[in-house]
C-alpha cells in the first residue's frame, strides 16, 4: 500500500482514538458523578468537580504556553 | 525546452490566481506548461492561457461548514479526503506515463508528488492554525504536514520570510527540519497587477467565499451600504447567476465579474472591504492598498488568524460578519496604515525562477 495511505490511516487512527478516549471520559466521569450525587456522597462528587476544573485549566494552561514559546 | 506540470487545487479560485505568475514566467523562458486541474480553476486558467495544454483533474470537495464547525466537520471529512488524496496520486502516476515532465508543481493539492519527476509544493501554510481548544490537532496536524512535505524536493511558500514583512505569521513558519530544508520564500505571488487608473471609487467590496456564507454576508453589506456616503461598487462573485448590473445611487452591483473587470475596479478603489483569504490579501498588498476592512469567513480558522494577525500587527481592521456596523467599521479603518512596503510580483517571480526553478528546468 501507498506509505501516503498508511501515514494517513495511522493520523486518522491517532486522532479518532483521541477523540473517543476524551468522549469516554466524559461519559464515564458524568456517571460517576451522578452516582456519587444521588448516593448523598457530595465529598466525592467535589472532589471530582475540582479534578475536572483542574484537568480543564491544565489543559488550557498547556495550549497557552504552547502558543506563547511559538510551538503551535 | 522543459515541460512542466502545473496543478492548482480548485478551492475557490485563489490557488489558481497566484500561480498565474509563475506559469507566465515559466512561458516567457520557453518551456512549455500543462496545466491539470479542474471546475472554476481550470476556466480561469483557460482564459489566461488559451494556448497551454490542459488536462481535466478532478481534486476533491471543500469540507467547509455552514456555520461555525469547521473543525469537526473537517476531522470528519478526514478519511474521505485521505482516500481522494490516494486517488489524485495514482491519476498522476497515470498522466507521468502518458507524457514527459521535467517538473511537477503542486498548488496545495496533496497527491499531486512522484518520484519519478522532481515534485515542488506550493503552498502558504505550513502550519494550520486551529482555535485553541483544539491545540492537541494542531501538534497532530504538525506531524502529519512533516510527512507530507517529506515527498516533494521543494516547497515554494508565496510569502516572505518570517519576520516584520511575513504576511501569513505563524501560518507559513516552517516548524519542521523537512519544511525548513525544503522551504522557499517567494514573497507574495498574485495574479493582479498595478494599473495606470484614477482611484474614483470610494469603496469596493468584495463578497466571496464558499456558501452558505457568501449569501449571508451579501445580505449584510447590501442591507448596510445606503448608510455610507461615497459611491461603491458591490461584486457578488457568483459565477452561477447571470452576469448583470445594477445601480442605486452611488452603488452599483455586479453579479460576476472576470478578472480583468476585478483587477481594474480594486485599482480604482481607496477602500476594499472583502474576505481575509490569503489570495485576496496578497492583491492587496501587490496594490499597496493602505485601506481595507476584512470580514473572514466565520469557521474559516485560516481567515480568523489573519484577520486577528493584521489587526495586531495594525495594519487592517477586522470585523466579524454578525457584529458587521459598516459605518463605524470603515470610519475605524483610517487608523490603520495597511501592508508595509515589500517587494512585488514581477521581482519575486524572476528571482523565484533564477533561484529555484531555473535548476530543475534548464
Not at chain 2, 41 to 54: G, I, K, N
Not at chain 2, 70 to 92: D, I
Request: one cysteine or more; proline letters at 6%.
Amino acid at each position: 500500500m501507498d506509505d501516503l495511505v498508511v501515514s494517513g490511516i495511522i493520523a486518522l487512527v491517532i486522532l479518532y482514538a483521541g477523540i473517543v478516549l476524551v468522549a469516554y471520559a466524559i461519559l464515564r466521569l458524568a456517571g460517576m458523578m451522578v452516582q456519587a450525587f444521588l448516593a448523598g456522597n457530595f465529598l466525592f462528587f467535589c472532589g471530582i468537580v475540582i479534578c475536572i476544573g483542574a484537568a480543564v485549566l491544565a489543559y488550557v494552561a498547556m495550549g497557552l504556553w504552547l502558543r506563547k514559546t511559538g510551538t503551535i | 525546452m522543459a515541460h512542466v506540470l502545473v496543478s492548482p487545487l480548485n478551492w475557490g479560485l485563489g490557488h489558481a490566481t497566484r500561480d498565474m505568475p509563475v506559469i507566465r514566467t515559466l512561458l516567457s523562458h520557453g518551456h512549455e506548461v500543462t496545466i491539470a486541474a479542474c471546475g472554476s480553476a481550470l476556466s480561469v486558467l483557460r482564459q489566461e492561457f488559451p494556448d497551454s495544454r490542459y488536462i481535466e483533474y478532478p481534486d476533491y470537495p471543500v469540507p467547509f461548514s455552514s456555520g461555525h464547525l469547521f473543525v469537526p466537520k473537517f476531522c470528519a471529512a478526514l478519511p474521505f479526503m485521505l482516500h481522494a488524496v490516494a486517488q489524485e496520486h495514482a491519476t498522476l502516476e497515470a498522466i507521468l506515463v502518458k507524457d514527459p515532465y521535467d517538473l511537477v508543481i503542486s498548488d496545495n493539492r496533496l497527491g499531486v508528488f512522484s518520484d519519478k519527476v522532481p515534485s515542488i509544493f506550493i503552498s502558504h501554510q505550513l502550519h494550520y492554525h486551529l482555535p485553541l481548544p483544539y491545540w492537541p490537532i494542531e501538534i497532530l496536524a504538525i506531524l502529519v504536514n512533516q510527512s507530507l512535505h517529506e515527498r516533494y524536493d521543494r516547497i515554494i511558500v508565496p510569502d516572505n520570510p518570517p519576520g516584520p514583512l511575513s504576511l501569513a505569521g505563524k501560518l507559513s513558519r516552517p516548524q519542521t527540519d523537512v519544511a525548513r530544508e525544503r522551504v522557499f520564500f517567494s514573497g507574495l505571488l498574485s495574479g493582479t497587477r498595478q494599473i495606470a487608473c484614477t482611484q474614483d471609487l470610494d469603496y469596493l467590496v468584495v463578497i466571496s467565499g464558499p456558501e452558505p456564507q457568501r449569501t449571508f454576508l451579501e445580505k449584510i453589506i447590501l442591507d448596510k451600504i445606503r448608510d455610507l456616503d461615497g459611491t461603491g461598487v458591490v461584486l457578488l462573485g457568483d459565477p452561477k447567476r447571470p452576469k448583470a448590473t445594477s445601480r442605486s445611487g452611488d452603488w452599483t452591483c455586479v453579479s460576476y465579474a472576470s478578472t480583468e473587470e476585478k483587477v481594474e475596479l480594486m485599482n480604482r478603489a481607496r477602500c476594499v472591504i472583502c474576505r481575509s483569504g490569503y489570495t485576496t490579501l496578497m492583491e492587496l498588498a501587490e496594490l499597496g492598498k493602505k485601506r481595507a476592512l476584512l470580514i473572514p469567513t466565520p469557521g474559516q480558522t485560516e481567515q480568523e488568524y489573519l484577520s486577528w494577525y493584521y489587526e495586531q500587527k495594525g495594519w487592517y481592521h477586522s470585523q466579524v460578519q454578525d457584529r458587521l456596523d459598516l459605518a463605524d467599521d470603515l470610519e475605524i479603518t483610517r487608523r490603520y496604515r495597511g501592508f508595509p512596503e515589500m517587494p512585488k510580483t514581477t521581482e519575486n517571480t524572476k528571482r523565484l525562477y533564477d533561484e529555484l526553478l531555473a535548476g530543475y528546468l534548464e
